[in-house]
């Protein structure tokens, strides 16, 4: 799989790309929420049902003991927001497992141990 963009300057935005190309390939029933970034339209987002702080990929096929599996992608020393940290909670109050991952190799590891792909 070809990262996005360029060596060294790898944007969260090229991640999202790269390990949706590797998600699509394994055929895993996934999806993206589009939640990065300011947007002029933010408030008509918020009013179909947008959560601020929800994970960058929601894998629903079940692995082991857990419902799906839920990533959320960060690059460099970037931190989960306080959202972000409400969300995790949810999401393994409902089975779920969740990961924050810096790279293709680190969720490439992470759907090897899970799924065993």
């Not at 918020?46 to 003991?65: A, Q, R, T, Y």
Request: proline share 3%.
């Amino acid at each position: 799989i070809r990262l996005s963009g360029m060596e060294g300057t790898m944007t969260e935005d090229d991640l999202q790309r790269s390990v949706k190309r590797y998600l699509d390939l394994l055929g895993l029933d996934w999806c993206h929420v589009p939640n990065e970034g300011k947007r002029s339209r933010g408030n008509q987002f918020k009013h179909k049902g947008l959560k601020s702080g929800v994970p960058d990929c929601l894998i629903f096929n079940p692995h082991n003991e857990y419902s799906g599996t839920a990533i959320e992608l960060k690059i460099e020393n970037n931190k989960q927001s306080d959202n972000q940290k409400e969300w995790e909670l949810k999401l393994i109050n409902c089975g779920w497992s969740y990961h924050v991952c810096r790279s293709l190799d680190e969720v490439i590891e992470l759907i090897k141990i899970n799924y065993r792909k």
